[in-house]
Structure formats: C-alpha cells, structure tokens
T-cell receptor
C-alpha cells in the first residue's frame, strides 16, 4: 500500500513565483521526511529534510513545512527558477527503519 | 556527480531470463540499498546490504536477490524475469544505516526492459 502520496502529478509555475508541492502520509510511525529532486537520466538528489520534532525547515529558496496532526508536508520553492524544472519526490522513514518510502513524484515545470 | 556508479545503464531481457545489475558505492560507504522505480511511480525499497549482510528487505519475492562484496560494491540479481520487472533500478549508498538524507547518494540507475 502507498504510505506516502503525492496527489499532484504535475505543476506548472511561472519563473519568479512560488512553487508549492504537497505530500500526505498514512504511517504514524514516520518521523523523518525528505524531498528529493530528479532530473532525467540522473538519480534522485537530496534537497531538504525535516524531523518530526520540527514543523518548518528552511534552506535558501527551499522551505519544508510539516503538519503532523494532518500527516501532511509541503515544499515551498521561492522564487522558482528554470533550473528547478524536475521531478520532486517526497520520502519518509520511521524509527530505526532506514528504508525510505517514496511518493510517486510531482513534475515541476517552470515557465520563463 | 555522487560517486555511485551503476551498470549497465540500459538493457533488454526476455521474460524468464535472469539479470545482474551492478553498483559501485561512494568511496568510504559501507551500505548499499536497492530501489525499483516503475514508470510513473516512486522508488520502492527492495533490500539493503550492510557490511556484506542483508540488512532488511522490502515486499519483493525471493527471485530478487543481492550480494555485497568486501569492497562494498553490490549486485542485484533477478531470476525468472517478468514483464512487470521492467523498471529503473536505483542503487543508493551511505555510511552505516544513517537516515540523514544528505548522507544517502543515489546512482543514475539501470533501465531494465523485459519483453
């Protein structure tokens, strides 16, 4: 069963505007959440993460928000740049479980 | 570039055949995890090897097997290939079984097509 869900398969945004990507999870044991970015013909690369003890983590243009009660997290990219066009995966792990559970991904296209 | 290399990058196999995919981990990393990414889906955990021992397995049948060698490189073997095995196979290396995202490095993957 899909424990991490990204319900928007694609997102198109104008350069300079905000991109908001959403992710929902069902497993209450998850306590560590990550976002990965993937370009075609490349492996996923780590973008940003957040532990369940926080509700926000910021790194430059990227901010991740976690709402534990809603089992929801989001990634904000401000401002969006053409190089941000890629597939973004939400991932989660829990307790001593090192394996990552991934969502299906959201394809972001930044328009000039 | 992550330092994780996978081979081959693309291959085509016939249903019922066997395939071996290879992964050289990042220098200094002793842990390798394998993921399967089917078209339109996110990566699914297959198994992890830590210091040459299997250290956990996802929901994949026994015909998916692996090895890790003393130099920490790894192989993924799939027997009796089925059409649904067509996917991108990703290798991820890390030092120990740490969960930190910035300590896990993925290779570019091996595209397997089963016909």
């Amino acid at each position: 069963d899909q424990q991490v869900k990204q319900n928007s398969p694609s997102l198109s945004v104008q350069e300079g505007r905000i991109s908001i990507l959403n992710c929902d999870y069902t497993n209450s044991m998850f306590d560590y959440f990550l976002w990965y970015k993937k370009y075609p013909a490349e492996g996923p690369t780590f973008l940003i993460s957040i532990s369940s003890i926080k509700d926000k983590n910021e790194d430059g243009r990227f901010t991740v928000f976690l709402n534990k009660s809603a089992k929801h997290l989001s990634l904000h990219i401000v401002p969006s740049q053409p190089g941000d066009s890629a597939v973004y995966f939400c991932a989660a792990s829990g307790g001593n479980d090192y394996k990552l559970s991934f969502g299906a991904g959201t394809t972001v296209t930044v328009r000039a | 570039e992550t330092g994780v290399t996978q081979s081959p990058t693309h291959l085509i196999k016939t249903r019922g055949q066997q395939v071996t995919l290879r992964c050289s981990s990042q220098s200094g990393h002793n842990t390798v995890s394998w993921y399967q990414q089917a078209l339109g889906q996110g990566p699914q955990f297959i198994f992890q090897y830590y210091r040459e021992e299997e250290n956990g397995r996802g929901n994949f049948p026994p015909r998916f097997s692996g090895l890790q060698f003393p130099n920490y490189s790894s192989e993924l073997n799939v027997n009796a290939l089925e059409l649904d095995d067509s996917a991108l196979y990703l290798c991820a290396s890390s030092l120990g079984t740490a969960r930190g995202g910035n300590t896990i490095y993925f290779g570019e993957g091996s595209w397997l097509t089963v016909v």
